[in-house]
C-alpha cells in the first residue's frame, strides 16, 4: 500500500519545501539558475539535483541539503 503521491521521498520533500516558503516551481528555477524543466523533473521525482544546484536549492528553500533525503522516521528519532 503507497500512501505517497508519485515520486520519491525527495520530491515529496521538496513539494513540501516548495509549498513552505511560498514559492512557485517557476520562482525556484529563476532563484538557482535551472530550466523550469528541471525544476519539474526534481519534483516528479525522475531526476534529482547533484552539487551546486543541490545546495542553491537548500538555500533558497531554507534546508539543510540533507534533511530532503531523510525519512521522517528517521528524523523523529
Known amino acids: 500500500m503507497q500512501d505517497e503521491p508519485q515520486g520519491t521521498e525527495f520530491s515529496r ?7 513552505d516558503a511560498g514559492l ?4 525556484v ?3 538557482i539558475d535551472v530550466t523550469l524543466r528541471a525544476v519539474q523533473f526534481w519534483v516528479a ?3 534529482e539535483p547533484k552539487g ?3 545546495v542553491a536549492l537548500a538555500r ?8 530532503f533525503f ?3 522516521e528517521r528524523e523523529a528519532a
Open 60 to 67: 533558497v528553500l531554507d534546508r539543510d541539503p540533507s534533511w
Open 13 to 19: 520533500r521538496l513539494r513540501e519545501a516548495i509549498t
Open 24 to 27: 512557485t516551481q517557476e520562482a
Open 45 to 47: 521525482g525522475t531526476q
Open 70 to 72: 531523510v525519512e521522517p
Open 52 to 54: 551546486r544546484q543541490l
Open 29 to 31: 528555477a529563476r532563484e
